[in-house]
């Protein structure tokens, strides 16, 4: 059984701070692209970081700079590192994996950055 359970979530201030962490079981987590997505009430569900199976790193042109996604295969856990904080960045925070067409998603983590 495939599981993305995703933690780290919280409330931060603006300026502030957190780490997300996605624990994956049940998928060889080096064949499977990894990334980040997010989703703001109201609004679709966007493309935040991704860790490719090459390698590779992008990110979303929004989070550039301040947002850093890695990998510890050793552990299967994706990681997103998420500094100076804005309110523009609350949102559900998902895990994702791709095999294309394979394709799985974890259960969510709230962020709030808010005062």
């Known amino acids: 059984q495939v599981r993305l359970v995703e933690s780290g979530g919280g409330l931060v201030q603006p300026g502030g701070s957190l780490r997300l962490s996605c624990a994956a079981s049940?998928?060889?987590?080096?064949?499977?692209?990894m990334a980040w997505y997010r989703q703001a009430p109201g609004k679709q569900r966007e493309f935040v970081a991704l860790s490719a199976t090459t390698g590779g790193r992008s990110y979303a042109d929004s989070v550039k700079g301040r947002f850093t996604i890695f990998k510890d295969a050793a552990k299967n856990t994706l990681s997103l590192q998420m500094d100076n904080l804005r309110p523009d960045d609350t949102a559900v925070y998902y895990c994702?994996?791709?095999?294309?067409?394979?394709?799985?998603w974890g259960q969510g983590t709230q962020v709030t950055v808010s005062s």
């Open positions: 994702f994996a791709q095999w294309d067409p394979i394709e799985f």
């Open positions: 049940g998928i060889d987590f080096d064949s499977y692209n």
